[in-house]
Each structure stands twice: as structure tokens, then as C-alpha cells.
Nanobody, 121 residues
Framework: QVQLVESGGGLVQAGGSLRLSCAAS????????MGWYRQAPGKQRELVAL???????HYADSVKGRFTNSRDNTNNTMYLQMNSLKPEDTAVYYC???????????????WGKGTLVTVSS
């Protein structure tokens, strides 16, 4: 069984910063690909940032240069540092882990329940 728990969301003014965390527990040793997605009200879930199983990191164009995705293997936690936040970043942010890069994009398992980020203008 795999459990992913996000934290760190909240209300912030435009231009501010937040750091999200995703703590993983359970049978996660094979789930070396991980990332963040978000879903804004009335919109589809979209990719934010991914850490591939080989270690490279991919960012959506909309967050490139503002967000930093990182991982700490010693405590099975992934982080998303979000700087220069914009109102359009408002969404529920979800973390995901997968056994392969393909599953990170297309798999349906191993999602957290999400944390809400609200950016006021």
C-alpha cells in the first residue's frame, strides 16, 4: 500500500512564495518517478513538474523559472518551491509517484489527495 500526503498549501498574495511537501510511505521503493500536477476550478488536471526515474526534471512552461521541484530520499519527501506566484497558479496541487516515466504521465495509481493553493491579486 502506498500513501502520499501533500502539505504546505494556503493563501498567499501575488508575488509571494510557498513550499509544498509530499510525504510518501508504504511500498514506495520501486516508485522512483514522481511529480506534481494541479487542477484549477473548472479546468482539467495539468502537469506542473516531474522528476523522472533517471533524475532529470521537467517543468511546464507556465512555471519554468519560478518553481523548483526537488526530492529528499532520506525521508521519502518531494518538495515544490513556488516563487513569484500568480493568481493563475491558484489550484489544488497533487503529488504523484510511479514506477516508470510512462506511468508518471499516464498511470492512474498513487496520487495524494491534494493541497489547495490560492493566490490573491
Amino acid at each position: 500500500q502506498v500513501q502520499l500526503v501533500e502539505s504546505g498549501g494556503g493563501l498567499v498574495q501575488a508575488g509571494g512564495s510557498l513550499r509544498l511537501s509530499c510525504a510518501a510511505s508504504g511500498s514506495i521503493s520501486r516508485l522512483n518517478a514522481m511529480g506534481w500536477y494541479r487542477q484549477a476550478p473548472g479546468k482539467q488536471r495539468e502537469l506542473v513538474a516531474l522528476i523522472f526515474s533517471g533524475g532529470s526534471i521537467h517543468y511546464a512552461d507556465s512555471v519554468k523559472g519560478r518553481f523548483t521541484n526537488s526530492r529528499d530520499n532520506t525521508n521519502n519527501t518531494m518538495y515544490l518551491q513556488m516563487n513569484s506566484l500568480k493568481p493563475e497558479d491558484t489550484a489544488v496541487y497533487y503529488c504523484k509517484r510511479a514506477a516508470s516515466d510512462y506511468e508518471l504521465y499516464y498511470g492512474v495509481d498513487y496520487w495524494g489527495k491534494g493541497t489547495l493553493v490560492t493566490v490573491s491579486s
